[in-house]
């Protein structure tokens, strides 16, 4: 049997300001199989380099401002520890219901028959994994990569040849064709995942659940994946504006 463990992390989401009456410290709750991916990321210096990426790219801000990916990253953990706290009951399904595999496709096999899946599980690993693919400048970056592609064949291929996954070579085409340069550094997430050790079960879901979301548009808008996936883009956008608006 498999032996997981939880785990905590305490971070400051305005590290840049000073101290106010009401505390910028929060600890975030990390399941089990998010605890397990962290400290992979962690020690392939991962989470170290999106500390260094800065949450707006290029786009030039007040010091006490800044915010990183990684702020960006525990700010968004932090707000499903308190959708869940608060308003559990609101919500279709909670962060304890269990996701059966099917709903992922004949992929996820990595799961023992005693182990499960649940919303909360999908929803730290997605947030773990969205931002770990973005480069320094972030869409700017990204943005000239895909524009690139498109001009140079040489250079097309060699970003479809980047994995031997064939799964990954029709996604690079997918999003270059359709010039999505917003959803480019995901596929870098994936590269990323690839090289993280394949036996712990936490990577093997990260890339399940990542390729889900990127081919959501494939997913019934009645399935709960669909339903989770929307909970995911909601937070994503209110943690996007809460520190927007102090810019």
Known sequence: ????????????????????????????????????????????????????????????????????????????????????????????YTYNNPVKAKEFGENINCLAKNERLTVGDILQILSLVYSIGHFYNTFTASRAIVMLANEDNAFYKKLVNNSKTER???????????????????????LVLERCNQNKISVLLAQEILYAYINKDTIPIDSKLHYVFEIFRNVRSVSYIAYDLQI
Do not use: C, W
């Open 1 to 92: 049997e498999r032996n997981y463990k939880m785990s905590i992390i305490e971070h400051n989401l305005l590290p840049k300001q000073k101290s106010r009456k009401s505390n910028l410290k929060v600890k975030v709750d990390l399941y089990a199989y998010a605890t397990e991916l962290y400290n992979e990321l962690y020690s392939l210096g991962i989470i170290d380099r999106i500390r260094s990426i800065p949450q707006l790219g290029v786009i030039k801000v007040q010091k006490s401002l800044k915010k990183s990916r990684y702020d960006y990253t525990i700010l968004q953990l932090y707000f499903h520890q308190l959708i869940k706290k608060e308003l559990q009951p609101t919500l279709k």
């Open 168 to 190: 990954f070579q029709i996604t690079v085409k997918k999003i270059i064709t359709e010039r999505n340069y917003q959803r480019f550094h995901l596929l870098n997430s994936l």
